[in-house]
């Protein structure tokens, strides 16, 4: 399975998006595919969100943590929370919750902090190790209170695609509150630049990058993904990769 991951970021990194999303397109369409989405579950319900990610040691963090995404937002909204230095931000938690939620940074930032060096794996082939700090999201979500129905943690980021279609992505509730998977506030014991997602991103340890929002502005908890823009629980995963990421 990792295998076949990485032959989509290659394909990916080699073609461009078009030809990625043509060829996994292909691929989600085969029986072989089928069979290993399949497997792909059972691994999830068996090992997916027990394992835990390896924790490194201070020495291990790259001091330069590349960055690898949609430009950094530009519009208005944005900027002017960037010049306050985000002091009108708040996080929004909305949706299938008793209690929804509008936190501001210094709110996220009187809550238990967790801060861990782990590597970040990205499907184009490269990996970076970073020191990230920040609020386990199952605390957060504690705070909202999840209704019954509420199965995918959903969330939504400043930025967009070149043609214009917002970057999103989408967790399960039992992986959203894996202990490691956290809002982060801090890279290399500084707060998160705007380069790497500021003022909050997501940092899915136990997942492929692209599951690692960066620049989010809501959380929203759902009943189920196939409502929302492609209907596949994220941007990349609408345009054919997989929405269970794993590593
Ligand atoms: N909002 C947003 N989050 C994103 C992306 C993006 O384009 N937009 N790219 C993803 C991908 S593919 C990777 S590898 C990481 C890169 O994070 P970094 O720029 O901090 O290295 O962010 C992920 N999160
Ligand atoms: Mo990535």
């Known amino acids: 399975m990792k295998r076949r991951l990485f032959l989509a ?6 073609s461009g998006l078009a030809g990625c999303a043509r060829v ?3 691929l989600n369409e085969s029986p072989f595919h089928q069979a290993l989405t399949a497997v792909e579950r059972l691994n999830h319900a068996l090992i997916g969100t027990r394992g835990m990610a390896k924790v490194y040691a201070d020495a291990d963090v790259d001091r330069e943590f590349r960055t690898n995404s949609f430009a950094t937002p530009s519009n208005a909204r944005y900027a002017d929370l960037v010049r306050e230095g985000f002091r009108d931000y708040k996080l929004v938690v909305d949706g299938e919750v008793d209690r929804p939620q509008a936190l501001s940074i ?3 930032r009187a809550m238990k902090q967790l801060v861990q060096a782990t590597r970040h794996d990205c ?3 490269w990996s970076a190790i970073g020191k990230f700090g920040g609020v386990p999201l199952g605390d957060v979500l504690a705070l909202a209170q999840p209704k019954a129905a509420a199965r995918y943690v959903v969330f939504h980021c400043f930025d967009v695609s070149d043609s214009g279609d917002p970057y999103y992505e989408s967790l399960d509730i039992v992986e959203a509150a894996h202990p490691q998977t956290i809002l982060a506030l801090d890279l290399n014991e500084r707060p998160i630049d ?3 997602g500021a003022p909050v991103r997501l940092k899915v340890p136990t997942q492929l990058g692209y599951k690692s929002a960066k620049w989010v502005v809501r959380v929203e908890l759902t009943r189920d993904l196939a ?5 596949h629980g994220g941007y990349w995963e609408d345009n054919g990769y997989e929405w269970y990421a794993g590593i």
Do not use: F, P, R
């Open 106 to 108: 210094a709110e996220l």
């Open 9 to 14: 970021g290659t394909i990916a990194a080699a």
């Open 227 to 231: 409502g929302l823009y492609g209907g």
């Open 123 to 125: 499907v184009e082939g």
């Open 24 to 26: 996994t397109n292909a």
């Open 194 to 196: 705007a380069d790497h």
